[in-house]
């Protein structure tokens, strides 16, 4: 019996639990979910130091009060006036150093543990996200709700944990500290003030609100507007060869247009809104100014007092208005950190984990057995008993109609999806025993689209084996039949590649990714109509290639043409989710026009020979 070794995983100890699960949301603590010990400690500096800031403005009127009133009352005493103003100044002085230093740990503690929060949440998202099986993304994850999440979701979080709670504790602890101090000197003139603070609240909520609101849509219409001239750039050669230039700059200017309009908007909710607090602010002075003098004139009160209390009150119900927008945007990233949480908690499908067995010697016998499968997302089944062997270094080829379920082959024999029913053996081990990670490494792919990254030749290379030295690198582009084309760019190796590879030719791009595949070394090669969108001349060279690296391997070739698997040492007809045919090519054709592989390559000569003529 075949040694095999048992891999176990190490579950990580010490992560910290999340604060709440979602699905209907996340309360306060929960914008905390991703913060360890250092970061709960910055929060709690953070958040004194923010509430000390808040206090500083109503101790600075409560100071101010004792100067005015040291001025009218030892008016006849020089001295003691100036010795009465000296150490309030003093006092003054004392709490510019509280705000200078309240403000500077607040705000840098705040930023540093939202970025620290952020980094950490973005990190654990995509490692999240990667965890999946490819089953989420068909069902669940719609490509761009995961983007968003990563970047528009987590830009909410940070600001709301890294800039908005810090200015919220702030306006409250002016508003509390405010009205604390007003009531303990005239609690009268406070009372009174306190019918009048609501409006000045609700005027200033309204109004940050309503321009925050306008100005979101106005700076949502400007980024479609930029959006559309991004892909007009982008797409400038299409642009040109159907003239379209003034269509473009139309649609353009009607997206600025819709811009200009919520830009309006924004403009008059501006002025109308700052206007009416304003006027409600001053109507609101003289009320409480006529009533303080009311007070003065019985006696009741010092006009000292009266006055630091009507402003403290005001204040403070300024404070608590700028409050509101602040605590809006917590509430926003509340509700995104309930949707990152989601992600990142939810139950990892994707079994890549550590356990599983790894086999010490691979020869690469695959076998299909009464295999059943459907994907996810849709009910149809794709397979229904199908079986098939696969022999080690040899290559087979699957061919079929479209929608046959060639590519689903691999994407089985990948364990990107596993069968409803059957098995899939690898040497005689079914495929859900084996250690995922190491299974996958045994593979080397290359599809009909390769997949580049924005980086250089190299790197890309890099990808199938990432200890991989320069020299192997070369090596595998020299198999690959890319070395040579590499060389004659300006950098080389080293040359940017583009987004995607679109500073390359389809040729070019599929031996990087043929190349990609040779550094791996994989026991299995899986091809997935690796030469179906190129032309002739890129088609003979990376055939080439390709011939180079299925030598002495196990490989499975989803084809399209037909020309490509002739020397096939089997060929694999799929029909209606079974095996109708299989056989090489001399086999499969001796069975005459009744035998389906003989029809599909007729109908291809016949589809090929219709379109030569056209070109002539």
Not at 313 to 339: M, T
Not at 503 to 523: D, E, F, M
Not at 560 to 572: E, F, G, L, P
Request: glycine share 10%; proline share 2%; charged share 20%.
């Amino acid at each position: 019996m075949e040694e095999e070794l048992q891999v176990k995983s190490n579950k990580s100890s010490g992560d910290d639990e999340k604060v709440m699960r979602c699905g209907r949301g996340v309360g306060v603590w929960g914008l905390f979910a991703f913060a360890d010990k250092t970061d709960k400690l910055l929060m709690v500096v953070a958040g004194a130091a923010s509430c000390v800031h808040g206090t500083t403005l109503p101790l600075f009127l409560l100071i101010f009060q004792g100067v005015v009133h040291s001025m009218g009352s030892l008016m006849r005493d020089p001295v003691a006036l100036v010795s009465k103003v000296g150490k309030d100044a003093l006092l003054l002085v004392y709490l510019g150093l509280g705000v200078l230093i309240s403000a500077w740990i607040g705000i840098s503690c705040w930023m540093l543990t939202g970025e620290r929060q952020a980094a950490r949440m973005r990190e654990e998202l995509l490692q999240s996200v990667l965890r999946r099986d490819i089953s989420f993304f068909d069902v669940e994850g719609k490509d761009e709700n995961i983007i968003f999440c990563i970047s528009s979701d987590s830009i909410l979080v940070q600001d709301a944990i890294g800039d908005k709670i810090g200015h919220a504790l702030r306006y409250l602890s002016m508003f509390i500290t405010g009205f604390v101090i007003s009531f303990t000197q005239v609690w009268k003139l406070t009372l009174l003030t306190l019918a009048i603070v609501p409006l000045l609240a609700i005027a200033g909520a309204l109004y940050a609100m309503a321009l925050a609101s306008l100005s979101k849509k106005g700076e949502a219409a400007y980024a479609g507007a930029g959006k559309f001239a991004e892909e007009v750039i982008s797409q400038v050669r299409t642009v040109y060869s159907f003239v379209g230039e003034n269509k473009a700059v139309d649609t353009y200017s009607n997206l600025l247009k819709t811009a200009l309009k919520l830009g309006k908007k924004s403009g008059l909710a501006k002025g109308i809104g700052l206007g009416m607090l304003y006027a409600v602010m001053f109507c609101s002075w003289g009320f409480l100014l006529w009533y303080s003098s009311l007070l003065v004139r019985h006696h009741s009160v010092g006009g000292a007092k009266a006055f630091t209390t009507i402003v403290n009150v005001v204040y403070g119900g300024f404070a608590l208005g700028q409050a509101a927008p602040n605590l809006a945007e917590v509430a926003k990233g509340r509700a995104a950190i309930a949707k990152i949480i989601r992600l990142t908690d939810a139950e990892d499908t994707a079994k890549q984990k550590k356990e599983g067995t790894v086999l010490h010697k691979v020869d690469g016998q695959i076998d299909f057995s009464e295999v059943t499968f459907a994907y996810p997302s849709r009910s149809t089944m794709v397979f229904e008993a199908l079986s098939f062997s696969v022999n080690p270094g040899k290559t087979t080829a699957i061919v079929g109609q479209s929608g046959s379920g060639k590519s689903t082959i691999i994407s089985l024999i990948q364990r990107f999806y596993d069968p409803s029913a059957g098995e899939i053996l690898l040497d005689g081990h079914d495929l859900k025993g084996l250690q995922l990670k190491w299974l996958r490494e045994q593979m080397g792919m290359v599809s009909q689209e390769p997949a580049l990254f924005a980086t250089t030749v190299a790197e890309n290379i890099l990808f199938g084996k990432q200890d991989a030295s320069m020299e192997e690198i070369v090596e595998a582009a020299k198999v690959s039949n890319a070395h040579s084309f590499i060389q004659s760019f300006p950098n080389g190796y080293n040359t940017q590649v583009g987004e995607g590879g679109t500073l390359l030719s389809g040729g070019q791009k599929q031996r990087i990714a043929i190349a990609r595949a040779v550094l791996r070394n994989p026991k299995i090669l899986l091809l997935d109509e690796a030469t179906s969108a190129l032309d002739v001349e890129s088609e003979l060279l990376v055939q080439q290639a390709l011939n180079n690296i299925m030598l002495r391997r196990t490989t499975i070739v989803v084809a399209h043409k037909m020309s490509t698997i002739r020397d096939a040492d089997t060929i694999i007809v799929l029909k209606n989710g079974r095996v109708s045919e299989s056989g090489n090519h001399a086999e499969l054709m001796s069975m005459g026009e009744g035998g389906e592989y003989a029809s599909l390559v007729k109908m291809q000569v016949l589809s090929n020979d219709n379109n030569g003529k056209h070109q002539h």
